[in-house]
């Protein structure tokens, strides 16, 4: 019984720490701004990059030049995304706050992948 404590407790410490090294990524993406030849690339100005765009900007950013340095967080990222869309599902059930919450953590991917892409253009772009 003590095992199965100490690996329920351990998994949900392993999740708690995943979300929060996620939302720290988020955080430091979101305070990029997204360059105008970005923006024209993907069509959207960048009040309009909402999370259903998240797998087409990262097809994008699949395509981008890859600078070598952000592998790791576009898994971290996608990974949450998924999570956050599959919470999300079944919060919804709930109530509308869920709702918005999930729609705010897609959205927050989404401009992730754009600052992303951002960056992986800028050379290309400026020359």
Known sequence: MIPVAILMFSGMALVQFFMSYARSILATYAMAEISPATL??????????????????LNLVRLAPNPGDDKWDLRVVRSYYSVVNAIGAMA??????????????????????????????APVAAS
């Open 40 to 57: 024209n690339l993907i069509g959207a100005q960048a009040s309009e990059i909402r999370g259903p765009e998240f797998h087409h900007l």
């Open 92 to 121: 919804c059930l709930f109530g509308p706050s869920a709702c918005k919450w999930r729609e705010r953590e897609s959205d927050l991917c989404s401009k992730f992948a754009a600052a992303v892409l951002d960056r992986r253009i």
